[in-house]
């Protein structure tokens, strides 16, 4: 209860009335692979991320948003980690990433794009670097790598993938 003044006001636990859930923010904004390799062989997708000198990770083409929570790394404003993406063999391919800096629940892709190419050939390694913005809140944040056939337009968050994958760290 909350006493306002000379009001109290008594909270009620219980479900109220509509479809009001909490939930995880891995739920929050997924996507979906439209044409996955199991109905179209195109070998588009994320084999392999490393981040730094912790993270080194080598995963099969799995056509959806997969989640890593247990891998993590600690990184400073102002700072800069390298970062090299390995992907498939079947098209070139455009790479981006995101990270939610302000820890709002949303990627805001005009100041929360850490990278982003074009068009990579197929089978090679995509470098770049993660810069920590000055702006960048304390605590842990998420960070979105998407890839997709080069030919669709620039990758969003929220939308679904054509033929690649996601990975979330």
Known sequence: SVRLSNELLVVQNGNPAGARMI????????ISVLVPNSISKQYIGIT??????KINNTTA???RLTFYPSQTISVYRQESYPISIK?????SEQIIGWVDWNNDGIIDTSTETVFYTKSSPAAVTYTTSLNVPCSATPGIHKLRIESDIDTVPKLTPCSNLRYGDAEEY
């Open 48 to 53: 392999n991320v490393k981040i730094g000198s």
């Open 87 to 91: 992907y498939g063999e079947g098209h």
């Open 23 to 30: 939930d995880f923010i891995e739920n929050y904004c997924n």
């Open 61 to 63: 083409d799995l056509d």
